[in-house]
T-cell receptor, first 118, second 115 residues
Framework: GAGVSQSPSNKVTEKGKDVELRCDPISGHTALYWYRQSLGQGLEFLIYFQGNSAPDKSGLPSDRFSAERTGGSVSTLTIQRTQQEDSAVYLC????????????????FGDGTRLSIL | AQKITQTQPGMFVQEKEAVTLDCTYDTSDQSYGLFWYKQPSSGEMIFLIYQGSYDEQNATEGRYSLNFQKARKSANLVISASQLGDSAMYFCAMREDMGRRALTFGSGTRLQVQP
């Protein structure tokens, strides 16, 4: 399909383990975002990539969280030494901002990865 | 400080009636965009409608329209002729031109459409 693809769709792991979540954005989209949604809550910004610019990491909750985007396309969000409070749905979104970064461009979301820490 | 406030945690509406979901926002930017997303129980986030701060007309997309009152910093979503499939969480979000390009979301409103 042509939408944002995330994998895995579900991940259950033990406290203290590392996890990697993958996001494959819509082809041609220059911007990629990671959000976290805890049960019954709104979305919390984590990190944003735009083209070759340095990522905006201001939403990452701790240094256990990191993300990279390779070749301007696929992104991986890594959580080290997972804690129970990391349990949430992790959503990836992409958009085409281009030069000037048009405000009106909507973000298109993947179906998310549901992460459960035992 | 809360940038996006949705004061209605839950709303009920009868099928075929109209419903308004409230959203107020806080920004010092002159240029910003407001978005509404729908999240059904299946979890995907579906983009519904966009309103730019400089747009003179209220945005409309099919049965969705925005009641945008810039001076009051409100951007309420109006759904006309509600359908059972409209039952979902609805999120208001903002992106500021001078701030980060990610969206800031409200806490959402759960809408239930009753037959």
């Amino acid at each position: 399909g042509a939408g944002v693809s995330q994998s895995p769709s579900n991940k259950v792991t033990e406290k203290g383990k590392d996890v990697e979540l993958r996001c494959d954005p819509i082809s041609g989209h220059t911007a990629l975002y990671w959000y976290r949604q805890s049960l019954g809550q709104g979305l919390e910004f984590l990190i944003y990539f735009q083209g070759n610019s340095a990522p905006d990491k201001s939403g990452l909750p701790s240094d256990r969280f990191s993300a990279e985007r390779t070749g301007g396309s696929v992104s991986t969000l890594t959580i080290q030494r997972t804690q129970q409070e990391d349990s949430a749905v992790y959503l990836c979104a992409s958009s085409f901002l281009g030069t000037g970064g048009r405000l009106s461009q909507p973000q298109h979301f993947g179906d998310g990865t549901r992460l459960s820490i035992l | 400080a809360q940038k996006i406030t949705q004061t209605q945690p839950g709303m009920f509406v009868q099928e075929k009636e109209a419903v308004t979901l409230d959203c107020t926002y806080d920004t010092s930017d002159q240029s910003y965009g407001l978005f509404w997303y729908k999240q059904p129980s299946s979890g995907e986030m579906i983009f519904l409608i966009y309103q730019g701060s400089y747009d003179e007309q209220n945005a409309t997309e099919g049965r969705y329209s925005l009641n945008f009152q810039k001076a009051r910093k409100s951007a309420n979503l109006v759904i006309s002729a509600s359908q059972l499939g409209d039952s979902a969480m609805y999120f208001c979000a903002m992106r500021e031109d001078m701030g980060r390009r990610a969206l800031t979301f409200g806490s959402g409103t759960r809408l239930q459409v009753q037959p």
